[in-house]
């Protein structure tokens, strides 16, 4: 676990770590391994308490921009990128039916769990230490994880409890070349118009456009 020396985490505690990576078809089929569920709901707790410090002494943000900015650095697809850098991927734990099938939400998932190890056996300090090594030099360079705008849009209106919704509006070209127009709606206000090659594709672009003038 070549991690575990780059961030500092030789001395963490050996049970918690191995609960952190363990996944609950892991521990279904193992009566003693206990499952990281609980240490993700920590991890998720403490994460949320340093960025949204960190948002709130680094910048001047007022507080819908703070949420959509810690939004997009702590999504599921942020999550699950900072583990594949950090090389923890392979340690996690599944049973036999989730082999093959570690997908990015069980890779966040574990992000957060791992952090809950580091908080449990280090205290809140170097906890946030470890996620500004992890986080901030994104955030600095203001990255944009996959692209998802849909994600980073519908978290942003989840967090204000505003309805989203997208529509097709248009559909032309021949079969084998289509084009689509999307638009989405908010408390059914448009905000934002995407077109594409697909309908996936066109409201990833209408959501782009309403989360640059949700940003402003």
Not at 1 to 24: G, N, P, Q, R, V
Not at 52 to 78: H, I, P
Not at 150 to 158: G, S
Request: hydrophobic share 35%; aromatic share 14%.
């Amino acid at each position: 676990m070549e991690f575990l020396k780059k961030y500092h985490l030789e001395k963490i505690d050996k049970e918690l770590l191995e609960e952190a990576f363990t996944h609950s078809s892991y521990s279904n089929e193992h009566k003693k391994a206990q499952n990281y569920e609980r240490l993700e709901f920590l991890g998720d707790a403490v994460l949320e308490l340093i960025t949204s410090e960190y948002f709130y002494k680094k910048t001047n943000y007022k507080e819908g921009e703070m949420t959509k900015k810690r939004a997009s650095f702590v999504c599921e697809q942020a999550l699950s990128y900072y583990a594949k850098e950090m090389g923890i991927v392979p340690f996690i734990k599944v049973g036999h039916g989730q082999e093959g099938n570690v997908n990015d939400t069980i890779i966040a998932d574990v992000f957060e769990s791992l952090l809950g190890a580091v908080y449990l056996s280090f205290g809140y300090d170097f906890a946030k230490n470890y996620i500004y090594q992890i986080i901030v030099p994104y955030i600095e360079k203001d990255f944009v994880f996959f692209g998802d705008y849909k994600t980073l849009l519908q978290e942003w209106v989840q967090t204000d409890k505003k309805s989203l919704e997208y529509v097709l509006v248009k559909e032309s070209g021949e079969a084998h070349n289509k084009t689509f127009e999307v638009i989405v709606t908010i408390d059914d206000i448009i905000y934002g118009r995407g077109i594409g090659k697909s309908k996936k594709e066109a409201e990833q672009h209408a959501a782009f456009d309403a989360y640059k003038k949700s940003a402003k």
